[in-house]
């Protein structure tokens, strides 16, 4: 099982980091902290869309 590192918002000096840590804090406890359920239902839902939720491009090395 992986889990998601959480950061105090106490450590950030910058109100919109506080609230993407927030965010972030608040997506993770809803999966148990486990990055494997959360990846999970990201899958699920990119199913169900029929558009990928992310198209990165692949970097090679020259």
């Known amino acids: 099982m992986k ?3 959480t ?5 950030a000096g910058d109100v919109v980091l506080r ?3 927030r965010a ?7 999966y148990g ?3 494997d359920k959360l990846f999970a239902e ?6 169900a869309s029929g558009h990928p939720l992310a198209n990165l ?3 090679r090395r020259s």
């Open 57 to 59: 491009p692949v970097k």
């Open 24 to 30: 972030k804090d608040t997506l993770s406890a809803s």
């Open 42 to 47: 990201t899958q699920k839902h990119e199913k």
């Open 33 to 35: 902290h486990d990055l």
């Open 19 to 21: 609230e993407v840590w």
């Open 7 to 11: 950061r105090p918002a106490k450590e």
């Open 3 to 5: 889990t998601i590192e």
